[in-house]
């Protein structure tokens, strides 16, 4: 069962716009949200995470959005740029364990 | 800071040979450090977790006697893919965790891409 869901599976944006990436979860005891992001043939970088205690939280041009009532959250890139073109995973865990519970991954891509 | 090599990064073998993997954190000790499995367009995929001092704890489905994972010390474990074959051609992903603060979270290595000839 998948622990957290994560849509869409691929999005392609022009340079400049704002993609969106949207997570959800069912766990009630999960606490902590980070995003990563992948470029092809290196591991997950951090990029940006956030705790229920905020509704939003940004880092640069990336910007987390959460909702604990609907328990969603989405990823916000602004002023998107072609070296942004990658994929993202959310993810999502309770604090002090070990588990670290991956979204299926969003394939973004850039156009110039 | 958080950086976590891998090493190496690139590895082919022939059929019926191990290999080792090794996972370093660079700037901070990790007691408990993980190893992904990953195909090609899917998600990371949770083999085990190491951790320093202990045996590591397999998930469903994972062989420890096909992956043999040795947990050193703070800084570094190791993933022995032993007899390998054709299928377990694939990416390898390891992390460390980096506990307490805001980002009690995983970093990751650059991966090891192993190709079983």
């Known amino acids: 069962q998948q622990q957290v869901k994560q849509s869409p599976q691929s999005l392609i944006v022009q340079k400049g716009g704002i993609p969106i990436i949207n997570c959800a979860y069912e766990?009630?005891?999960?606490?902590?949200f980070p995003w990563y992001q992948q470029f092809p043939g290196k591991g997950p970088a951090l990029l940006i995470a956030?705790?229920?205690?905020?509704s939003e939280k940004k880092e640069g041009r990336f910007t987390i959005s959460f909702n604990k009532s609907a328990k969603q959250f989405s990823l916000h890139i602004m002023d998107s740029q072609p070296g942004d073109s990658a994929t993202y995973f959310c993810?999502?865990?309770?604090?002090?364990?070990?588990?670290?519970?991956f979204g299926t991954g969003t394939r973004l891509t850039v156009i110039p | 800071g958080a950086v976590v090599s891998q090493h190496p990064s690139r590895v082919i073998c022939k059929s019926g040979t191990s290999v080792k993997i090794e996972c370093r954190s660079l700037?901070?000790?990790?007691?408990?450090m993980f190893w992904y499995r990953q195909f090609p367009k899917q998600s990371l995929m949770l083999m085990a977790t190491?951790?320093?001092?202990?045996?590591?704890?397999?998930e469903q489905g994972v062989e420890k006697d096909k992956f043999l994972i040795n947990h050193a010390s703070l800084t570094l474990s190791t993933l022995t893919v032993t007899s390998a074959h054709p299928e377990d051609s694939s990416f390898y992903i390891c992390?460390?965790?980096?506990?307490?603060?805001?980002?009690?979270?995983?970093?990751f290595g650059p991966g090891t891409r192993l190709t079983v000839l």
């Open positions: 992390s460390a965790r980096l506990a307490g603060g805001y980002y009690d979270t995983q970093y």
């Open positions: 766990n009630t005891a999960f606490d902590y």
């Open positions: 956030i705790r229920p205690d905020v």
């Open positions: 993810a999502a865990c309770v604090t002090g364990a070990n588990n670290l519970f």
């Open positions: 700037d901070f000790q990790a007691t408990t």
């Open positions: 190491s951790n320093e001092g202990s045996k590591a704890t397999y």
